[in-house]
């Protein structure tokens, strides 16, 4: 499990609102960094980074924005089948639509093989034939996701194969200043729930390493089902996110993208891989504060 110790956030973004200029402008949350300075992770040019562009947002120490709005935050999602079943892009797109005016919203697209881990689309691109690097020399993006394929969990420590092509894919988004987030999916169904904690641990160690924030949208899963034990969040296929899980780990990573709060997030009514359960009141109140509980566990702290 996670053996660091976590710094709170909130403390920074309230001190940032204690200013009388209400503070600086926070693309994502400020790390602290190993060489002790709080100079934000993305605009570090100390190893040939691109200066990625700012996000005009504020947060309060609730991570609510505070302003300026009007913001449109451009998102490149590298992955899979787990990433293309609901249509995740979309979703994240659309649950930013329903945050406060203020906050910025997420225009998203795939860059997406099915059956495909990170390593397969570094070196053979997406289902279209494109390269990730041409991509992202092609359109300035805000935000790369990148999303590793559920067999991570099959693969023996020390994960290596995961660690060389994210870090190139982690290079290549910074090269192109854009900031990196690694975005810990769920695993296939299990009654045990095994898998899930297994695709975050060595996710969330290189972010650690690297200080890129992971979105560990399958941990948010296991802290729903505290709640709802009973709730269904796969796909009937028993392999792939159902649509109530995708919401869920969409607003985790609406979450580390923007260091806002989910809380007044509102799903679309459709769905994209039929059965379409509809979210009730009570279930999208425990998806919010899992989400957001989890956000403030891995991707706001560190």
């Known amino acids: 499990m996670r053996s660091w110790a976590l710094s709170s956030f ?29 100079e934000p992770e993305a605009l570090d040019v100390a190893r040939n980074r691109a200066p990625a562009r700012e996000v005009t947002a504020r947060l309060d120490a609730a991570g609510t924005c505070t302003g300026p709005e009007g913001r449109t935050l451009r998102a490149l999602v ?9 249509d995740l892009p979309k ?30 689309l570094w070196l053979d ?18 935000v790369v996701v990148l999303a590793e394929s559920i067999d991570l969990v099959e693969l023996p420590p ?12 982690i290079d290549a988004a910074r090269a192109a200043g854009a900031r990196p987030v690694l975005y810990a999916t769920p695993y296939a169904e299990r009654e045990d729930r095994y898998g899930f904690v297994e695709m975050a641990e060595p996710q969330i160690a290189l972010g650690k390493e690297r200080s890129v924030t992971v979105a ?23 392999s792939h996110p159902g649509w109530k899980g995708s919401v869920i780990s969409a607003m985790v990573i609406y979450a580390a993208i923007t260091g806002a709060t989910p ?23 425990v998806f919010r504060r899992a989400a957001w509980d989890e956000a403030r566990a891995t991707s706001l702290a560190r």
Not at 14 to 23: E, P
Not at 91 to 117: H, M
Not at 125 to 142: I, M, N, P, Y
């Open 91 to 120: 979703l994240v797109g659309d649950l930013s639509q329903s945050a406060p005016a203020i906050c910025p919203r997420i225009a998203a697209e795939p860059f997406t093989r099915n059956g495909q881990n990170l390593r397969g």
């Open 78 to 86: 590298v992955g899979n089948s787990q990433i293309d079943y609901q």
């Open 263 to 285: 809380s007044t997030l509102t799903p679309p009514s459709r769905c994209w891989a039929p059965p379409c359960e509809a979210t009730t009141p009570a279930e999208l109140d």
């Open 158 to 169: 020390p994960k290596t194969q995961f660690v060389t092509y994210a870090t190139l894919m």
């Open 125 to 142: 691109g997406d289902a279209r034939g494109r390269k990730l690097e041409a991509v992202l020399a092609a359109t300035k993006f805000d």
């Open 216 to 238: 560990a949208g399958g941990l948010a899963w296991l802290r729903v089902w505290r709640e709802l034990p009973s709730i269904v969040l796969h796909h009937p296929d028993h």
């Open 10 to 38: 909130m403390v920074v973004a309230l001190a940032s609102c204690s200013r009388d200029d209400a503070g600086p402008s926070l693309a994502w949350p400020v790390w602290s960094r190993d060489d002790g300075s709080d």
